[in-house]
């Protein structure tokens, strides 16, 4: 298929939702689009205007600093060892790497792509670019013979459904047997709230108890647009098997799919600064605490969301039903529609706005319970 037949974006069908929750009295909180409103760090912003001499191309395996603080966050901050500077690459923010990955793959028609049931629709738009057909699937049991990349999704967009070590090891141990990828997308890893993973860290498919120390036909996604506020940096990476990171850092080179310099040297100031990162959990924490108990309030039950930036929950009838009551109460949330066809009463509220809309939001939510 060609770009001419994609469809249209979806949150183009939000827009008359928005217009009606502008018109509350005191304002629209838009709970809608995962998109950081807090300010970037200022250590990362420091080191990203003493990098504004980029006179000469970057490079498009990375700097060897920015490799190497890849590498070192894997080890103290995911549980994952022994990666070296050929083990990562830094990709232009993560989205352009899920869209393109079955393409710089080589993957086409009779391929199969396996992505979450519940799934940001850059997974299914990459495979649809190359012909390969996209399949919603939970359960390794389910992925068939023709399955040559599997992403999985933890925490999940917009589930914010954390897979543990052993579901971890099952799709591994599924996907080698057909001979597949398995790519996992893990940039809300930082952010894991309930159960478990309210006092650990979120496992990475690449944790040695998920390996064994074997790394073949595995890769992580990172993107620093969630811990670190770099949404507008487009600031990611990847990292996993060495012989694949090779490939792909081929086809990247004739693509000119470079991280621009000054981009890549604030990439290590983020990596190696910490108490950043625990200052922005801890806002997402006390926004999710205010949040949770008033989406309860006004009838929603809600799944999953144990880790990530959202709460994904549902009234039990139609998702654009609750939009329309939501607008009422001037808030806009994202619609299950948008993220496949399995969650059709499923609406999925961020927490990425300020505390004080946040707060507004859960007023108008707890009110409307008793009206």
Not at 119 to 144: I, K
Request: with cysteine; hydrophobic share 40%.
């Amino acid at each position: 298929m060609s770009v001419r037949d994609l469809a249209d974006y979806p949150w183009d069908a939000v827009a008359p939702y928005a217009a009606r929750a502008r018109q509350h009295p005191d304002g629209i909180v838009d709970l809608s689009i995962g998109s950081p409103v807090d300010p970037t760090p200022g250590v990362v912003a420091d080191a990203l205007r003493r990098s504004t001499d980029a006179h000469a191309y970057p490079q498009t395996v990375g700097t060897p600093a920015l490799r190497e603080a890849i590498a070192a966050w894997y080890a103290r901050r995911r549980g994952v060892p022994g990666l070296t500077p050929a083990h990562v690459i830094p990709t232009v923010g993560s989205k352009e790497l899920v869209a393109l990955l079955p393409l710089l793959l080589g993957l086409g028609p009779g391929d199969t792509v396996v992505h979450p049931r519940a799934a940001y629709p850059s997974y299914e738009v990459g495979a649809r670019l190359v012909g390969a057909t996209a399949l919603a699937s939970d359960d390794p049991g389910e992925w068939p013979e023709t399955t040559r990349l599997v992403w999985l999704n933890s925490p999940g967009n917009p589930d914010g459904r954390v897979l543990g070590v052993d579901e971890l090891r099952r799709a591994v141990r599924r996907a080698r047997e057909l001979g597949a990828v398995l790519a996992s997308d893990e940039c809300y890893a930082e952010l894991g709230w309930d159960g478990p993973w309210a006092d650990a860290a979120v496992p990475s498919v690449l944790d040695p108890r998920v390996t064994e120390g074997d790394l073949t036909a595995l890769l992580s996604v990172y993107s620093l647009s969630k811990q670190s506020n770099l949404a507008g940096y487009r600031a990611a990476f990847l990292a996993g098997d060495t012989d694949l990171v090779a490939g792909l850092v081929t086809a990247r080179k004739h693509l000119g799919l470079m991280v621009p310099g000054p981009v890549q040297d604030a990439m290590v100031a983020a990596l190696e600064d910490d108490p950043h990162v625990e200052h922005q959990r801890a806002l997402y924490r006390a926004r999710r605490d205010v949040l949770k108990p008033a989406v309860e309030a006004a009838g929603f039950r809600i799944d999953h969301s144990e880790g990530g930036l959202y709460l994904w929950a549902t009234a039990g009838e139609d998702a654009w039903t609750s939009l329309g009551r939501l607008a009422e109460l001037g808030i806009l949330a994202g619609p299950g529609h948008f993220y496949g066809a399995h969650h059709p009463q499923h609406v999925r509220f961020s927490l990425t706005a300020t505390d004080e809309r946040i707060a507004a939001a859960a007023r108008r939510l707890t009110a409307s319970a008793g009206s």
